[in-house]
T-cell receptor, first 112, second 115 residues
């Protein structure tokens, strides 16, 4: 089982639709969770940190379920500019805290 | 300002060349990272520097040699690379040495091609 698993994608959705990404992680001791966005041939950029209480930033909502070891990202009213690869990232919580464990990413394509 | 800069943006080198990648941040971050990313794959951690000391080397071949001259700079020296080393090399930094709990900020990367 991979340490961080995401929907394989790609997701092709029409502009204005709501999109949901799911992610599961295997290490129950993980403490930090992030969603990064990566555009083609660009660097990853932090989209949101994910907190236990859930958090929202405009059209984006992130949720964490520690019991199920599950993280989600919801994008409402999707825009063409939301097209990118979305990476679920979890703190490895092994012998050090340096290591972020990356999911393989889910590619999102928003169509007009 | 959450800017990490990297030079060069693109690099083409032969297998016998020696080159260096440079990374700089002025956010006062004390942890800096080198990642390698192949197409359609997530970033793979190579090295971590904490307070200017190498703290993690993820079994990277010795043809990659990191260096941290000061708290703002991180270099990656390349020598005798192989074509399979062609990739996007990303530098990142985070506020403290507890990198996994702090947000990592990435530079734009250097796209390396080894001929």
């Amino acid at each position: 089982r991979k340490e961080v698993e995401q929907d394989p994608g790609p997701f092709n959705v029409p502009e204005g639709a709501t999109v949901a990404f799911n992610c599961t992680y295997s290490n129950s001791a993980s403490q930090s969770f992030f969603w990064y966005r990566q555009d083609c041939r660009k660097e990853p950029k932090l989209l949101m940190s994910v907190y236990s209480s859930g958090n929202e930033d405009g059209r984006f909502t992130a949720q964490l379920n520690r019991a199920s070891q599950y993280i989600s990202l919801l994008i409402r009213d999707s825009k063409l500019s939301d097209s990118a690869t979305y990476l679920c990232v979890v703190n490895g919580a092994r012998d050090s805290n340096y290591q972020l464990i990356w999911g393989a990413g889910t590619k999102l394509i928003i169509k007009p | 300002d959450t800017e990490v800069t990297q030079t060069p943006k693109h690099l083409v080198m032969g297998m016998t060349n020696k080159k260096s990648l440079k990374c700089e941040q002025h956010m006062g971050h004390r942890a800096m990272y080198w990642y390698k990313q192949k197409a359609k794959k997530p970033p793979e951690l190579m090295f971590v520097y904490s307070y200017e000391k190498l703290s993690i080397n993820e079994s990277v071949p010795s043809r990659f040699s990191p260096e941290c001259p000061n708290s703002s700079l991180l270099n990656l020296h390349l020598h005798a690379l192989q074509p399979e080393d062609s990739a996007l090399y990303l530098c990142a930094s985070s506020p403290t040495s507890r990198g996994g709990e702090d947000t990592q900020y990435f530079g734009p990367g250097t796209r390396l091609t080894v001929l």
